[in-house]
């Protein structure tokens, strides 16, 4: 195996995006030598990993068509990374220059959007950093030769975006790269801190830097009724990319959210009347001669985005200044009893509430074909009922009548 890294990095200086007779033995090491030797040891590292053996990944890659400046070779769970561009792996990332690999749990640095994939952003990388490191605290004691910051020196974007993607890794040198006995038992070392990561995931109601896990199922819902497949597609609950609520854990954020907008208003004051199962509202508010109409929306992440449909849109314009938005967001939510239970949180209010098209990022349309007319019809597009609110803000403005309380 020490033999297979040398070569690999040896032929790094001999790099270009065009198929050399140097780029092809390089492909020939990083997409069959280094897989078929790993996977000799497919019992070991599915057992470290804690996952059966046949849902054991394996894969090298160094570009298809043109070369990649950053080949690599990573270990997975297949349910957990359904593909290298998400979820969480195990990976020997050789530099460019050829004098270093790093045996690093990194993690897919772009996040399906139900229509294509988007290079996640640097900050939302080291947002899923951050959460990760502190389980990973007790495994990581005593170990000296962990590094939180890789250096692959690459003059390609997408060489570089490997780098704020790192969780925590292991650097070899060129001209010290250890025996197989140690490169074996420090791969094995890294799949237990990955099973680790996989098993804290899988309570993770969110994880800072996905997306809020509405958006993500309107997203991919809205891709689905628009018959696109979807690659890589999520499995009920985490998809590698992202939390996915299952009824039951969105009915508890529901009624947890309209609690805490119950509570925050009747101590305005404000009588309150939950009229969200006729209305397009959520909430109907009276104060001697005053009315607001608010609408509620929970979530576990941040709340920078939210779900709202058509009608709630133009309910709330018209209702503007008599309204309001009530986000209640970072809910905690507990998955470990029979049914969900969802607590915590911080209210962020913002009445009179007005809708600006900016704010506004329309996620699918329907579209009127000519299918059964006896003419043409110009092509009309209307916007269907799914729309996110606030995709283009990082940070929720405060405007008048705003507040934020803590659960």
Known sequence: ??????????????????????????????????????????????????????????????????????????????????????????????????????LSLNQGTTVWTGGDFKARKVEDLRARVGWARPFLAQQMAGRVDLHEEIALDARTALGRGYEPGNVVAIEYFREALPSQHVLMTDLLYMLGLLRTVYGAERMAPHIPGDPAPEVLEAEQGAALVAGRRIRGAARPGRSGQGFRLTAGERRA???????????????????????????SFDLLLKRDEERLHAEIKGTTSAGHDVILTRAEVQEQRRYYPANALVVVHSIVLDRTTEEPVASGGVLHC?????????????????????????????????????????????????????????A
């Open 1 to 102: 195996m020490d033999d297979l890294l040398g070569y690999v990095l040896d032929l790094q200086g001999a790099w270009t995006a065009s198929n050399t007779d140097e780029m092809r033995k390089r492909g020939v090491h990083v997409r069959q030598d280094l897989p078929a030797l790993l996977r000799e040891r497919s019992s070991e590292l599915a057992d470290a990993l804690g996952v059966a053996v046949d849902e054991l990944g394996v894969e090298g890659r160094d570009g298809t068509g043109l070369k990649t400046e950053i080949p690599w070779v990573r270990v997975f769970g297949r349910e957990q990374s359904t593909s290298a561009t998400t979820g969480w792996y195990v990976v020997y990332l050789f530099s460019a220059a050829g004098d270093r690999v790093y």
């Open 253 to 279: 954020i529901e009624r947890h959210s309209v609690h805490m907008a119950t509570v925050y208003f009747e101590a305005q004051g404000w009588s309150v009347k939950d009229v969200g199962d006729r209305e």
């Open 350 to 406: 913002t009445s009179p509430w007005a809708i600006a098209e900016e704010d506004l990022t329309v996620i699918s349309y329907a579209y009127r074909t000519a299918v059964g007319d006896e003419e043409p019809a110009n092509g009309v597009q209307t916007a269907i009922n799914v729309l996110s609110s606030g995709s283009r803000r990082s940070e929720p403005t405060l405007t008048t009548g705003q507040a934020d309380v803590h």
